[in-house]
């Protein structure tokens, strides 16, 4: 069966950097793209990004300015996201989710979700 | 960027009832390129439609949506207890993915 398991809880300084991990089994990892999500405490859920790694298509949310990188390390069958420049608006519960079709459409899998804090 | 309006932000209804729920579109949502997720604390979102009107696998058939371009509707025919939670609207017709503010179900 299809699973995403992610990395644990971290907490971080403002100006620092975060990495979450998903860790993706069940399916052929280069067939479909790796969402990223957030949700900030009482906020809607916010996309990030997505990156396929069998086509070597990424797309970042512009909400970002540059501060995401969806790296996918196909040995690993692992996605990671790192976000840089952390700030206090940054601390929410992150998830990975599977694209349904590979190319940035709606996810149907999901994993457990991160929560970073960002505190100083 | 798409923005996506749900409406109400709160619904107050008990088991048995039925309920609507709404996603407006800032532009129209080419092909029905909409999604429809539930969210309860502590869990990840759960898919329950898309395409505009594909349910996921698993998915009662009391969950179903109906509209087109700029306005879609969710509606659960009957609440049952385990329905009462988060629900978001999603488009993914566009380069950037946007959600709603989400639809708050709660038991009256």
């Known amino acids: 069966q299809v699973q995403l398991v992610q990395s644990g809880a971290e907490v971080k300084k403002p100006g620092a950097s975060a990495r979450v991990s998903c860790k993706a089994s069940?399916?052929?990892?280069?067939?479909?793209?790796i969402h990223w999500v957030r949700q900030a405490p009482g906020q809607r859920l916010e996309w990030m990004g997505w990156s396929n790694a069998g086509s070597g298509n990424t797309k970042y949310s512009q909400n970002f300015q540059g501060r995401v990188t969806i790296t996918m390390d196909t040995s690993a069958t692992t996605a990671y996201m790192d976000l840089s420049s952390l700030k206090s608006e940054d601390t929410a519960v992150y998830y990975c989710?599977?694209?349904?079709?590979?190319?940035?459409?709606?996810?149907?899998?999901w994993g457990q979700g991160t929560l970073v804090i960002v505190s100083s | 960027e798409i923005v996506l309006t749900q409406s109400p932000d709160t619904l107050s209804l008990s088991p048995g009832e039925r309920a609507t729920l709404s996603c407006r579109a800032s532009q129209s949502v080419g092909s029905g390129y909409l999604a429809w997720y539930q969210h309860k604390p502590g869990q990840a979102p759960r898919l329950l439609i898309s395409g505009a009107s594909s349910r996921a696998t698993g998915i009662p058939d009391r969950f179903s949506v109906s509209g087109s371009g700029t306005d879609f509707t969710l509606t659960i025919s009957r609440l049952e207890p385990e329905d009462f939670a988060v629900y978001y609207c999603?488009?993914?017709?566009?380069?950037?993915?946007?959600f709603g503010q989400g639809t708050r179900l709660e038991i009256k």
């Open positions: 069940g399916y052929t990892f280069n067939n479909y793209a």
């Open positions: 999603q488009q993914y017709g566009s380069l950037f993915i946007t």
């Open positions: 989710a599977r694209d349904a079709y590979g190319f940035g459409w709606f996810q149907d899998y």
